[in-house]
């Protein structure tokens, strides 16, 4: 088992940045491949980003790639997501995902365990 605990979630300006933080607790933290998601009121879950067990691949989806920055410190078992020149559209609640792997993906169904959400709400 793995908990996820997401946190840094708030109310910004268009324009403005937050760092979302997501702390891991249970197994392995380093084994696992890590996501964030998205779900905006009324919208499905969507794909935001992917990071690999050690970092040094990721994947961004097309709406946040150049504004949003994912990275993870094994050593503290936990995921960040750095979001800047934040949009209205980039409202939603913000989960972070574990997978076992062996690949990175942008499904949501494979990915193991979630954490609660923590939301972001841009002003415009």
């Known amino acids: 088992q793995v908990q996820l605990v997401e946190s840094g979630g708030g109310l910004v300006q268009a324009g403005g940045s937050l760092r979302l933080s997501c702390a891991a607790s249970g197994r392995t933290f380093d084994n696992y491949l890590m996501g964030w998601f998205r779900q905006a009121p009324g919208k499905e879950r969507e794909f935001v980003v992917a990071?690999?067990?050690?970092?040094?691949?990721?994947y961004y989806a097309d709406s946040v790639k150049g504004r949003f920055t994912v990275s993870r410190d094994n050593a503290k078992n936990t995921v960040y997501l750095q979001m800047s020149s934040l949009k209205p559209e980039d409202t939603a609640v913000y989960y972070c995902?574990?997978?076992?792997?062996?690949?990175?993906?942008?499904?949501?169904?494979?990915?193991?365990?979630w954490g609660q959400g923590t939301q972001v709400t841009v002003s415009s």
């Open positions: 995902a574990a997978d076992w792997g062996p690949l990175m993906s942008t499904d949501a169904t494979e990915y193991d365990y």
């Open positions: 990071i690999s067990w050690q970092g040094g691949s990721t």
